[in-house]
């Protein structure tokens, strides 16, 4: 069954560094979305990505993010100066169309901790 | 307001019982997706099940159902038979319409956990 996988799993990071969380989409879909979730709250929604750019972007979603489609299969998100509160678990996901009545898949998440 | 309100933190629940998750939801759009995901310990998000506004009938998905009342604007997941991997973090969701293309996001609820007890 297609899945949308994310790479790493876990990263630990100096407060200060730049980190690039990976996904791939599931082949046929073209609507990428990250979200992010800190440790025992809802999931949140960051941005949403279609046709090589920004469709829309929440307020969690400032300077220091930035989203890529490099390529025909990887979808990145880059922070570029990490702060301690960007540690969160951080979802990827995907959908074949826009729809209301599409569901999303998601990744397993990447948990970032910055220290 | 809350778009998605679940008012259960956490329930506990005996093995083989069944099991009612409340979610509540405010939106003025007639058009709308409501969706239930699991989150075990292990993080993973895992889509269960979904429900269009205008669709007729609950949606079932094996063991789960969503209890779908327009009117009320709730839409309760509820699983039969419950297992001891059920027990998991589950949220509710909604997707509506967007005025920017490709941006039906996801709005989530803030979840309850539920235990099944052996």
């Known amino acids: 069954e297609p899945e949308v996988t994310q790479t790493p799993s876990h990263q630990v990071t100096q407060m200060g560094q730049e980190v690039i969380l990976r996904c791939v989409p599931i082949?046929?879909?073209?609507?990428f979305y990250w979200y992010r979730q800190i440790l025992g709250q809802k999931v949140e929604f960051l941005v949403s990505f279609y046709n090589n750019e920004i469709s829309e972007k929440s307020e969690i979603f400032d300077d220091q993010f930035s989203v890529e489609r490099p390529d025909g299969s990887n979808f990145t998100l880059k922070i570029r100066s990490t702060k301690l509160e960007d540690s969160a678990m951080y979802f990827c996901?995907?959908?074949?169309?826009?729809?209301?009545?599409?569901?999303?898949?998601f990744g397993q998440g990447t948990r970032l901790t910055v220290v | 307001a809350q778009k998605i309100t679940q008012t259960q933190p956490g329930m506990f629940v005996q093995e083989k019982e069944a099991v009612t998750l409340d979610c509540t939801y405010d939106?003025?759009?007639?058009?709308?997706?409501l969706f239930w995901y699991k989150q075990p310990s292990s993080g993973e998000m895992i889509f269960l099940i979904y429900q269009g506004s205008y669709d007729q009938q609950n949606a079932t998905e094996g063991r789960y159902s969503l209890n779908f009342q327009k009117a009320r604007k709730s839409a309760n997941l509820v699983i039969s038979a419950s297992q001891l991997g059920d027990s998991a973090m589950y949220f509710c969701a909604m997707r509506e319409p967007s005025d920017n293309f490709g941006n039906e996001k996801l709005t989530f609820g803030t979840g309850t956990r539920l235990t099944i007890i052996p």
């Open positions: 082949s046929n879909h073209l609507y």
């Open positions: 996901a995907s959908s074949e169309d826009p729809g209301v009545y599409t569901e999303a898949f």
């Open positions: 939106t003025s759009d007639p058009s709308y997706g």
